[in-house]
């Protein structure tokens, strides 16, 4: 069992960065692969960013790249999310989400455990 903890949320201007993070609990993260995806009010969840147990396997939404950075620090059990040039348009509740596999995984189904999300509001 993983429990996911996101903080790092909140209101930021168009342009603007922010960096969340994703602490897990449990002393096999080290194998885990993780992922970050967002959900708008009245949409679905939608994937954003994953990372491979390992680091070396990333995968970007088209409208993150270039823009959003998905990295961890195994040692600290944490997965951040540097998103930077921010637009209103990604204003969402940030989920982080976890699942045991070498590999970046995209989609939603593809993920066994969730945190509780995290808000992050980017002003026009």
């Known amino acids: 069992q993983v429990q996911l903890v996101e903080s790092g949320g909140g209101l930021v201007q168009t342009g603007g960065s922010l960096r969340l993070s994703c602490a897990a609990s449990g002393r096999t993260f080290s194998s885990y692969a993780m992922g970050w995806f967002r959900q708008a009010p009245g949409s679905e969840r939608v994937f954003v960013a994953a990372?491979?147990?390992?680091?070396?396997?990333?995968a970007y939404a088209d409208s993150v790249k270039g823009r959003f950075t998905i990295s961890r620090d195994n040692a600290k059990n944490t997965v951040y999310l540097q998103m930077n040039s921010l637009k209103p348009e990604d204003t969402a509740v940030y989920y982080c989400a976890a699942r045991g596999g070498l590999f970046a995984y995209t989609g939603p189904g593809q993920y066994d455990y969730w945190g509780q999300g995290t808000q992050v509001t980017v002003s026009s």
């Open positions: 990372i491979g147990w390992s680091g070396a396997t990333t």
